[in-house]
């Protein structure tokens, strides 16, 4: 079946500028997750979803960082005012279900954003 | 907090040459450990996942055990084609997002 999709795969944007990172979970998949991924580190959590639940914001950097879901489907992350930081490849996953220790999260191809 | 290291940083090996990747860990009550591989420019791919010390799993030429400190992936005669980096990742009894090392880059070559 199809996988986890996000878009755009790369995003090319100028200090300063709103973004919005898209993706597409794996269908029935009830939980959502977004990381983001420097050089030359680990990928690091940013925000869950789980269902209709309040999202854990905790890995959030900064509150230019902002992350929707709607209709737990689809997710959006936005950052505003974007600084070179930021740049990095920001990735999705998507697990049936968190709680469960046989929850396997599946990532998306990420999308590669370049602040200049 | 949740460490994970992962050891060696790069790794080259000939073709046919067996070796193992190490990942050390330190976690409060551990529900997983996950094994993904990353090709460049692809989001990574789940190889295994062990949940308890002296589980093993295996696929293909790969071979993943677990300890109680450190899990090791071993890779048996690898093919130019297994080149990628391998990244290691816990979770928390109590937790759901993943931590992850850096990875090891592994590299075979013909």
């Known amino acids: 079946g199809a996988g986890v999709s996000q878009s755009p795969s790369n995003k090319v944007t100028e200090k300063g500028k709103d973004v919005e990172l898209r993706c597409d979970p794996i269908?029935?998949?009830?939980?959502l997750y977004w990381y983001r991924q420097s050089l030359g580190q680990g990928l690091e959590f940013l925000i869950y979803f789980q269902g209709n639940s309040a999202p854990d914001k905790s890995g959030l950097p900064s509150d230019r960082f902002s992350a929707e879901r709607t209709g737990g489907s689809v997710s959006t992350l936005t950052i505003q005012r974007t600084q070179q930081e930021d740049s990095a490849v920001y990735l999705c996953?998507?697990?049936?279900?968190?709680?469960?220790?046989?929850?396997?999260?599946?990532f998306g191809p990420g999308t590669r954003l370049t602040v200049l | 907090e949740d460490q994970v290291t992962q050891s060696p940083e790069a790794l080259r090996l000939q073709e046919g040459e067996s070796s193992s990747l190490n990942c050390s860990y330190t976690v409060s009550g551990l529900r997983g450990l996950f094994w993904y591989r990353q090709d460049p420019g692809k989001g990574p791919e789940f190889l295994f996942t062990?949940?308890?010390a002296g589980e093993e799993k295996e696929k293909e030429r790969l071979k993943a055990t677990l300890t109680k400190k450190e899990s090791f992936l071993h890779i048996t005669a690898p093919k130019p084609e297994d080149s990628a980096t391998y990244l290691c990742a816990v979770k928390r009894g109590s937790n759901y997002k993943l931590t992850f090392g850096k990875g090891t880059l592994l590299t075979v070559n013909p």
């Open positions: 062990l949940y308890s």
């Open positions: 269908s029935g998949h009830t939980a």
């Open positions: 996953a998507s697990s049936l279900n968190s709680g469960g220790g046989q929850d396997t999260q599946y």
